[in-house]
């Protein structure tokens, strides 16, 4: 690897998505780099949910065993490293890291993922991932019928509590101070038997991630079993947008059906270009970037 400089296709991000991609352009004979950090989102996670194969199964053991899988193509390599720039050259793109390394390539692709944006509540980045959750789909079941809190406001707040009404009848919309939300949404809150309360929260008390109390400001509580929250985000990766790549109003890379961004030969899969946050999302879109990379790599050469 340490005399390989020169790849088909340079992946940046070896997670879900990554890993997927790296395989589809292995099996299709590519010369492939995949660099990753090892600090995966998720990494707080204790199981993965809504995967057919894979249901129940960890995080970390679903990384580990598609790692594995992915290096037995002789083609594909994998380093440990951080990627601190890249830029345009005449053939492609070269890409530098932390350790000082460099290396070109005809294609990129981008699967590094999203950072979360922790609100400023004690105990909730502690809880991120294992009861202070995002995606029903993901962890809903394992916390149905019991008593769930929310933690949103706004137009999203009402969304999101229609939604995670489907799994719980005992729930309470925490606003985190004055409501936003239109009295008409309100009205339709409550008509469901749903409290709204506005006092602002000061600590999430927890143990060993899982959720016991909420606690306000005022010094009140209120007990919970889990918590559904809507936080904000950012990029984990500035160098997409650094190479011009186009990033949503939403906050994602753009992309098309064929996970192609605005920029030519430069491709991004996984949770950097979709609200759609689960595993099975993040590796069917990292199959579908590999199998178009390796389908313009022929169009440019027969």
Same mark, same amino acid.
């Given at each position: ?58 995080? %970390?053991?679903? =990384? !580990?065993?598609?790692?594995?899988? $992915? @290096? ?7 380093? &440990? ?19 000082g390394a ?8 981008f699967a ?9 509540? %004690?105990?909730? =980045? !502690?809880?991120?991932?294992?009861? $202070? @959750? ?7 079941? &394992? ?98 947008e650094q ?60």
């Amino acid at each position: 690897m340490e005399d390989n400089k020169e790849f088909d296709v340079i992946i940046i991000g070896g997670s879900y998505a990554g890993l997927s991609a790296g395989m589809a352009l292995g099996r299709s004979l590519r010369k492939v780099l995949i660099i990753d950090a090892g600090k995966p989102c998720n990494r707080q996670t204790p199981h993965s949910h809504n995967f057919i194969t894979q249901d129940g199964q960890t995080p %970390k053991r679903i =990384a !580990e065993a598609a790692k594995d899988q $992915v @290096l037995k193509y002789n083609t594909v390599s994998f380093l &440990e490293d951080v990627v601190l720039s890249g830029s345009k050259t005449k053939n492609g793109f070269v890409i530098n890291t932390q350790s000082g390394a460099s290396f070109t390539a005809s294609k990129l692709l981008f699967a590094t993922g999203l950072s979360d944006q922790m609100p400023d509540i %004690k105990g909730f =980045a !502690e809880c991120w991932g294992i009861s $202070v @959750l995002h995606c029903p789909y993901c962890h809903g079941y &394992e916390v149905r019928h019991e008593s769930i809190g929310l933690i949103v406001n706004g137009d999203i707040a009402f969304e999101f509590t229609r939604l995670i009404s489907n799994w719980t009848k005992d729930l309470t919309l925490f606003t985190n101070g004055k409501s936003t939300l239109k009295p008409e949404q309100i009205d339709k809150i409550k008509q469901h038997n749903i409290e709204i309360i506005e006092t602002q929260i000061a600590e999430i008390e927890h143990h060993e991630g899982y959720v016991t109390n909420i606690v306000f400001k005022d010094g009140s509580k209120q007990k919970v079993s889990a918590i559904f929250a809507k936080i904000t985000f950012k990029q984990h990766s500035e160098l997409p947008e650094q190479l011009g790549c186009e990033i949503n109003e939403q906050g994602f890379i753009q992309v098309d059906d064929l996970q192609r961004t605005t920029i030519p030969g430069i491709y991004a899969a996984g949770d950097n270009t979709t609200m759609a946050r689960a595993v099975s999302v993040a590796i069917a879109a990292g199959t579908k970037s590999g199998s178009f990379i390796n389908k313009e790599l022929i169009d440019e050469t027969f």
